[in-house]
C-alpha cells in the first residue's frame, strides 16, 4: 500500500516525539511492506519565526494533499506575547478548520503496567477503556460574535454558542459509529436543563439513536459527567459532546490512567485527510533533553493506519508493541516508578522499532 503523510512536528518536544513516530512508521512499512513516504511542513511558533506566520499556506496545501497528517504539538512561553493572530495556537485551529476536522476522537485506555502513575486508585480505573469524540469546529470557540463591547455605557462581552444541527448529527452519528465496534453504549453529554443548544444536541442523540437499536443510549448533564469520570469511569464506553465541555472532559479523562504523554488522538473529517496528534502539549519544560515520552505519537501512528489506512493487523502490531516494551519494564521518566528501567526518548522509540 502506497501512502503520503503530511509531518507537521510544531515546537519544542512536538519534533522529538514526531521523529520517534515516523521511525515506527518506517519500521511498519518495511515489516508488512508498504510504502509511506513523508513530507515535512512548517507550524506553530518555529513557524512565526521564520515565516511570520503560525500556519503557511504551503503548509495547509501540503496536508490537503496528502492521506494523513502527523503532528507534534505547537507554541511555548517564547511566542505567548504576540498578538493573537500571530498565536501558535491560530495555527491549530486553522489547520482544523482548513481540513474540516469536525471529531477529536481520544481514546482512554487502562495499562495494567501504569496503573500507579494515575493519580486515582487502582480499582477506580481498572479495566477503563472510553473513548471521548469531541466536536471541533463548532460552539462557542468558533462563535460570531465573539468581543467585548460598550452597552449603556458599561463594559460588556459576548462569546457566542453558535452550530448548525447539521454540525450535531455528523458527530453524533459517528459516536454511535464508533460505539457499534466497541460496547455499544453512547453517553451525549449536554447541560439540556439551562442552554438551549443542549436542548437540540439531546434531541438530535434521540434522533440518530433510533437509527442504532443495537447501541445503548444515555444522556448527562455536563457536571454530573466531570464527577463520574473520577467517580466510576468504568460506565463509560463512548461519550460524545459539544467543542467546550469536550476539551474539559476530555483532559480530565486523560488523567485516569497516567501519564500526558501516553494518550494519542485522532481528528476526522468527512473527506480529506484525518489529523493524529498526542494530546500534550510541546513541553518546553523538558525539550531538547531526549526525556520526552514518544508513546502517544507512536499510539497516534496505530490509530492513523487503523483509521485513515485500514491496517488493522499493523495498528495492533504497534499497540501490541508499545504493551510489550512497557510490560518489560521500560519507561521514560514521566512514567518512571521504582523497579522499572528509565530510558530516554530514543531508547523507547528504538524498543518499540525492535519489538515491531
Ligand atoms: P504540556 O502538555 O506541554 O506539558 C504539561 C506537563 O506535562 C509538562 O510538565 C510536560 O513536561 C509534561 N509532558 C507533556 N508531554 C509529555 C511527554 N510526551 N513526555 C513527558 N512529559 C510530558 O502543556 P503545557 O505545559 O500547559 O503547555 C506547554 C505549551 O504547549 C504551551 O505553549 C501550550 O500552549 C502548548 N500546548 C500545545 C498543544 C498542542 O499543540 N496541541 C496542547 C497543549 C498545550
Ligand atoms: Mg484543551
Not at 503520503?4 to 518495511?30: F, M, N, Q, S, Y
Not at 507554541?75 to 506575547?81: A, V
Not at 474540516?100 to 486515582?120: E, K, M, Q
Not at 454540525?167 to 465496534?181: G, P, Q
Amino acid at each position: 500500500m502506497k501512502k503520503r503523510i503530511a509531518v507537521l512536528p510544531g515546537d519544542g518536544i512536538g519534533k522529538e516525539v514526531t521523529r520517534g513516530a515516523v521511525e515506527i512508521l518506517r519500521a511498519v512499512g518495511e515489516r508488512f511492506g508498504h510504502q509511506f513516504s513523508y513530507s515535512y511542513g512548517q507550524i506553530g511558533g518555529g513557524s512565526v519565526d521564520e515565516l511570520g506566520t503560525p500556519l503557511p499556506d504551503e503548509t495547509i496545501e501540503l496536508c490537503k494533499g496528502s492521506d494523513a497528517v502527523l503532528l507534534g504539538a505547537v507554541g511555548g512561553p517564547k511566542w505567548d506575547r504576540l498578538p493573537v493572530h500571530l498565536r501558535p495556537e491560530k495555527g491549530l485551529l486553522k489547520i482544523r478548520k482548513e481540513l474540516g476536522l469536525y471529531a477529536n476522537l481520544r481514546p482512554t485506555l487502562y495499562y495494567s503496567s501504569l496503573a500507579d502513575s494515575s493519580p486515582l486508585k487502582r480499582e477506580v480505573i481498572e479495566e477503563v477503556d472510553l473513548l471521548m469524540v469531541r466536536e471541533l469546529t463548532g460552539g462557542l470557540y468558533f462563535g460570531k460574535p465573539s468581543e467585548r463591547m460598550k452597552q449603556d455605557g458599561r463594559d460588556v462581552v459576548v462569546d457566542t454558542l453558535f452550530y448548525q444541527k447539521s454540525e450535531m448529527t455528523r458527530v453524533i452519528k459517528l459516536a454511535f459509529e464508533l460505539a457499534k465496534n466497541r460496547k455499544s453504549r453512547v453517553t451525549s453529554v449536554d447541560k439540556a436543563n439551562v442552554l438551549e443548544s443542549s436542548r437540540l444536541w439531546r434531541e438530535v442523540a434521540e434522533e440518530v439513536a433510533k437509527d442504532y437499536p443495537e447501541v445503548i443510549v444515555e444522556h448527562m448533564l455536563v457536571d454530573n459527567a466531570a464527577m463520574q469520570m473520577v467517580r466510576n469511569p468504568k460506565q463509560f464506553d463512548v461519550v460524545v459532546t459539544e467543542n467546550m465541555f469536550g476539551d474539559i472532559l476530555s483532559d480530565e479523562a486523560s488523567v485516569l490512567t497516567g501519564s500526558l504523554g501516553m494518550l494519542p488522538s485522532a481528528s476526522i473529517s468527512e473527506s480529506g485527510p484525518y489529523l493524529y496528534e498526542p494530546i500534550h502539549g510541546s513541553a518546553p519544560d523538558i525539550e531538547g533533553q531526549n526525556i520526552a515520552n514518544p508513546l502517544a505519537t507512536i499510539l497516534s501512528v496505530a490509530m492513523m493506519l487503523r483509521l485513515s489506512f485500514g491496517l488493522e493487523e499493523e495498528a495492533k502490531a504497534v499497540e501490541a508493541a508499545v504493551n510489550e516494551v512497557l510490560k518489560s519494564g521500560f519507561r521514560t521518566k514521566d512514567i518512571a516508578s521504582v523497579g522499572t528501567k528509565l530510558v530516554t526518548t530514543t531508547k523507547m522509540v528504538e524498543e518499540v522499532k525492535a519489538t515491531i
